[in-house]
């Protein structure tokens, strides 16, 4: 693509289709040089438009012929350029006042060498497709937009011996082996439900299926079929408990029952993100299906759980009722991640999943939102979709349903979602029929509330209180704005859910009467709608000042800020009666103390450990200590520090070497100081029971080796011994993991040999297990320690980096850009210019992975000057070269000044 020629596409430009596709008649013939697509469409005038030609999206396809009501069209009867196949005169062809006629193509595409992973290509000796969003037109010409839904019909043709496995969308109805070609076959398959394009899916390949039944609440008995590699067979089980968790949840929580008689998935290795929910086979990323005890975190098992969940509850939200154009995706994609991270939060704990999702938001979400590619959750214009599929749209997104929810109470919630189900099943619309159905059904005015899918930035709320003895009045002062955002300034307020509570000396809560409420009102937790940009509340009937706890729950997805004292912190963490904010409070405690210790080390003032951190870890390691009882993956959040990325996003100009001093010193002060209470902690959640992902296992696990990272900060023998044999007897991946860990991040001298020879055996145990290789480059390229990115450069090297498998692109190349931020941004610029160079190099291979690879470098404007120029540059080295992808130029475009 050269890059003046990168078109806008704007939402206002939004026209309904001239034609629909009633039926869709695919085959295909796949052999190792080529495959070649047979494409029948049945076209239907909509409306009395009369429109007089016709025009097809297609990318980078072989067209062999057109025909159209069966008669074969000259080319001078079409034309065709990079993106479309246009026949100009349709009525010349059939007559002026046509209705519908059927539209034939014969197309040969070459999978082998799809290197984008975008339409048909292989992954290793697999066929498989990947269709969302524009994909579908790199295997045939089609009007590839998710408002055209289609009934379609697929056969699939391939050699027998390596391609035993022929799949697609729907119900298996008819196979047989191809006459006249010896040792092929072919299978065809229907799926009765109309969809979009984006929905379709075709997968060929040797594989062997995990299969199971789930029995639907109307008694129907649902086939489920998860297709492997051989070798991967015995790691399927997590991920079919999952599916059917998910199922029971869908019928409980939503009342939603699966449509066809047959679920599937499939994993495969190279895959441009996590999974995709495809009609009836749902394709997944390896790392987001397989898991095992031996090669699996419990980190990943949770992954793929929620994965699992998320794209089975697309079969409603998004499938069912799809989305109208790209503009909508949050539709889908915000809707079900709500809608999986409630149910993740209902089969383990509410609180730290909460806790989860909300650092993920202010950390990664935040600073998108703060940076030159801020978007609103509902954009209204892009130049390549492929970069819109970010944290707004999904997290964001997400938060903004999670509001709807908490505005309109568990029951109006679920009729709403009843009536938007109901009444939009087949069809594909906007946010707006979302938000509608909510409102129609609860009778609750949403009107307001519509800006927050329109506006792009993270608003501000800013609260002051005010206490009057006398009158027993306490005043809440809220004002909020929203920061300008590229594209957009002078926001208008929004309708902001306040949840709250008012705590009293004893750490109670108090009643909370507001001024003109009736006296017997007794709630003490209850949400305030804050609508203008400054509005007061006065709470009645309070004998003394009391504690805010404020924003409960994050109960919107803004900055608050309330000038809490170091003391009502502390009270704060210890009796809140909303957990989340007992987190928070504790994150704002030690986000304090740091901003002070960065002050002194900038006065060249020595650092000392605050006694409030002391206080504060003393008071959680014995609570973990005398009550087993407590939520120890809680326990576990609140003794670790805020991630450097998160403090990076909170600064105004953010300083990454005081940071990381400061936040090496405190973790280096704590860990000494409690060294033998974490000992305890170590020995006490040491367990030899057979390894269980359950929440209760996957907290004790969590809370054990946060305590050994802890202890390895001593550089005592004992420490590095204990991380040593950890890693040698760990029975599962997560402890082995977390041993070499600790071992390639220690700084003590015994440890030097010790990390080589971990690294290695641990290479040698799993080499034969990608995933696993995976996190072994994770490891590396995340080491804080000085010389990671000469490390990484290295490691580009070894025999199983693939800069063609995006998974090992992430593991390498974007952990160190992304989480390692001490090597990342070191001050030479170094780490820089290396992503900048890595990104080039496969833009030409995946522009997808290569534009969201580059994301480290837009956020140049949290950094010193002369960082800022740094990073500048090699956006403007990037944006120079003469040919670059669509996807990789609108970021480029969009980030330099
Ligand atoms: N719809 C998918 C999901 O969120 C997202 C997805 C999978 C995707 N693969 C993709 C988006 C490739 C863009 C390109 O579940
Ligand atoms: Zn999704």
Redesign the pocket.
Known sequence: MKNASVRTTYLKEYRPPPFTIETTNLHFDLYEDHASVVSKLLFKCSGDSDVTSLQLHGQLLKLEKVLINGQLLNPDQYSRDDENLTIPALDGLLGASFKEFLFECHTRIEPQNNTA??GLYKSKKMFCT?C??E?FRRITYYLDRPDVMSVFTTTVAAEKAKYPVLLSNGNNIASGDVDGAPGRHWVTWEDPFKKPS?LFALVAGDLLSLDDTFVTCSDREIELRIFVEEKDIDKCNHAMLSLKNSMRWDEEVYGREYDLDIFMIVAVDD???????NKGLN?FNTSCVLASPQTTTDFSFQRVEA?VA??YF?NWS?NRVTCRDWFQLSL??GF??YRDSEFSADMGSRTVKRVEDVSFLQTVQFAEDGGPMAHSVRPDSYME??NF?TVTI?EKGAEVVRMIALLLGPEKFRAGSDLYFERHDGQAVTTEDFVKAMEDASGIDLGQFRNWYYQAGTPVVSIQSEFDADTKRYTLHVSQSCPDTPGQSNKKPLTVPLRLGLLGSDGKDLPLRLLADDASTSKTDRVLSVTQEEQQFVFEGLESEPIPSLLRGFSAPVRLKYDYSRAELLFLMVNDSDGFNRWNASQLLTIGLIDELQSDLAAGRDLALPQSLVDAYAGVLDSTLSDPSVDKAMIAQLLSLPTIGFLIERSEVADVDSIHLVREFLLNGLAAKFYSLFLDVYTNNTSDAEYAADAVSIARRSLKNLALSYLMRSDEDEAVTLAQQQFVLASNMTDQLSGLRCLVNSGAATAVDLKRDALASFYKQWSHEPLVVDQWFVVQAVCQLPGSLAQVKQLLEHTDFDIRNPNKVRSLIGAFCGQNHIGFHDASGEGYEFLADQVLVLDTLNP?IASRLLTPLTRWRKFSAKRQGLMQSQLRRIKAQEELSKDLFEIVEKSTI
């Open positions: 992973l975008e990947q969302e969003a994909g984006y895959f441009n993100m996590g999974a995709m929910e394709v994965v998320h794209e697309h998004g889908k994609e079900t991640v979709i492929s599929y999904y997808q």
